[in-house]
């Protein structure tokens, strides 16, 4: 059974920054493309930003340069540190497996709440 834990959200005021954390169970982290993902009220979910297995990383524009995705293959976790962040990015963050082992797959978190305070 997969698992994916997100944590680390919380308020912060604008300019702050927050490292989300995503604790893998019933996956491995190293083998598979893992992103984090945010929906804000009234507004379609979004990828923030994503990591493949070989570890290639790609990022929204509106988050390059101030976010970061990260694993540690040891822990089974993935990371997002977010700095300088903005009160647009205010939004519950997702964690999402979207292949393991060359298998297409589609599991989420349980979500973590970011509020960003102006």
């Keep these: 059974q997969v698992q994916l834990v997100e944590s680390g959200g919380g ?3 604008a300019g702050g920054s927050l490292r989300l954390s995503c604790a893998a169970s019933g996956v491995t982290v190293s083998i598979s493309a893992m992103g984090w993902y ?3 009220p009234g507004k379609q979910r979004e990828s923030v930003a994503v990591i493949s297995s070989g570890g290639g990383r790609n990022y929204a ?3 390059k340069g101030r976010f970061t995705i990260s694993r540690d293959n ?3 976790t993935v990371y997002l540190q977010m700095n300088s962040l903005k ?3 205010t939004a519950v963050y997702y964690c999402n497996v979207g292949w393991t082992g060359g298998r297409r797959r589609d599991y989420w978190g349980q979500g973590t709440q970011v509020t960003v305070s102006s």
């Design 11 to 13: 308020l912060v005021q």
């Design 38 to 40: 945010r929906q804000a």
């Design 61 to 63: 524009g509106s988050v």
């Design 74 to 76: 040891a822990k089974n």
């Design 87 to 89: 009160p647009e990015d």
